[in-house]
């Protein structure tokens, strides 16, 4: 990796930080926002729900559009739109305007992903690539791990406070890219992609029927997990302990290291010893009983320990889960990839939107169906997946 490509990925890297704190910062704050405006579990859940619709449907258009017009005007498009739906969130007085605006910070933030991912792709040599991705990943996982904790301070005085905060993050970035980040597609590669061959529906059930479709079950499931509580935390946390939102921050800053932790150092010293299929199969148990031990703490201190060990076993499982797929596929990696992230993408609309329904009925409820749903997978994990062993031992991958 030469010096200019080492500084534009510098320059991306810091630029995600700064995005992602944006972005970490407004999560322990919106459920205090919402019921500050009369709503429920209910509504919470759509709007994470409907947030992670958008990026679902718009993320492949947009690194479509990125293939014909160049990773950085499409780059700078997500991020702009992610800093004035912040500012327009913050700027809101009624439910239907939180909605409007998180649909639109959808459509338009989910063109950041596809093309910083791309720009790696074609700035980066083969044998540097892995590198690469990995310090954007530590870029990603700072920002999510230190966001919620200064959401919840800044949230103290003025609950719109951390949106505004967020927005003024994206367009220091937005500056940063836009001043010094060269683009990376050259005009010929983009004049060509209009001829390339378009990914076709019938490759989705060529991998759903392959020997790792029952893999993107186990994918929807981690995701399904994590945020049919995570989504309506905030709201758990304020009605069952009258938790703030500086709380609620703090403790998500907490687990947010006990999930890097998780994802970059247990599992893999783990699998080495055991075996990516048995994690998954341990994890789905553990997460089964870290829902159940969650209902049942009667303090707040044993409900700290219940979430981290919910936390730490949905970390396990959705690393193992990842690995393993790409471990055993007989297909394209990156078509393999694809479908597992578009099966979490899945689990992260239904996940709040079942959470957020079940908690307006009885606080405890996302927890029971939460553990029964994981037990299904435990199940299923028992008897339907089947890999090499030899496919199984000593790599992991780590995910966000």
């Not at 559009?65 to 004035?84: A, E, H, N, Q, T």
């Not at 689990?347 to 009885?362: E, K, Q, S």
Request: glycine share 14%.
């Amino acid at each position: 990796m030469n010096t200019n490509q080492r500084k534009n990925l510098y320059i991306l890297a810091f630029s995600l930080v700064v995005v992602m704190l944006g972005f970490g910062i407004v999560i322990p704050i919106m459920p205090f926002y919402v019921e500050h405006m009369g709503a429920g579990g209910t509504e919470l859940g759509l709007l994470v729900a409907s947030y992670a619709v958008m990026r679902l449907i718009c993320g492949p258009i947009w690194g479509n559009l990125s293939d014909r017009v160049g990773r950085k005007p499409v780059m700078m498009v997500g991020i702009f739109g992610y800093g004035i739906t912040m500012i327009l969130f913050g700027l809101a007085t009624q439910l239907w305007m939180l909605f409007v605006f998180r649909i639109l910070s959808g459509i338009l933030s989910s063109a950041t992903s596809p093309t910083t991912m791309a720009y790696i792709g074609d700035s980066t040599p083969e044998k540097e690539r892995s590198h690469g991705m990995g310090i954007l990943g530590a870029a990603v996982g700072i920002g999510t791990i230190f966001g919620p904790g200064l959401g919840g301070l800044l949230a103290g005085e003025n609950l719109a406070t951390p949106f505004f905060i967020a927005g003024a993050m994206s367009f220091l970035a937005l500056l940063l890219i836009w001043l010094f980040l060269p683009e990376s597609l050259p005009s010929a590669a983009r004049q060509g992609a209009g001829k390339k061959e378009r990914f076709q529906v019938g490759e989705m059930w060529r991998v759903a029927y392959s020997s790792i479709g029952n893999l993107l079950l186990m994918a929807f499931l981690s995701s399904f997990g994590l945020t049919a509580f995570f989504g309506i935390f905030g709201l758990y946390a304020m009605q069952k302990y009258s938790a703030g939102p500086e709380a609620v921050g703090g403790i998500m800053m907490v687990f947010g290291v006990v999930t890097a932790l998780g994802q970059g150092v247990l599992t893999g010293s783990l699998a080495r010893r055991w075996g990516e299929k048995f994690l998954i199969q341990t994890a789905l148990a553990a997460t089964a009983a870290g829902f159940l031990l969650i209902s049942r703490a009667n303090t707040f201190i044993t409900f700290l320990i219940a979430i981290g060990l919910f936390t730490l076993a949905i970390a396990v499982l959705s690393t193992a889960v990842s690995a393993l797929t790409s471990n055993s596929t007989t297909l394209e990696q990156g078509l393999t990839m694809g479908l597992s992230n578009a099966a979490q993408s899945l689990g992260r609309i239904a996940g709040p939107l079942l959470g957020g329904i079940a908690f307006d009925v009885h606080i405890e409820y996302p927890n029971y169906i939460g553990a029964s749903i994981m037990l299904v997978g435990f199940v299923i994990s028992l008897f339907w997946i089947q890999v090499e062993k030899t496919k199984t031992k000593g790599r992991t991958i780590n995910v966000g």
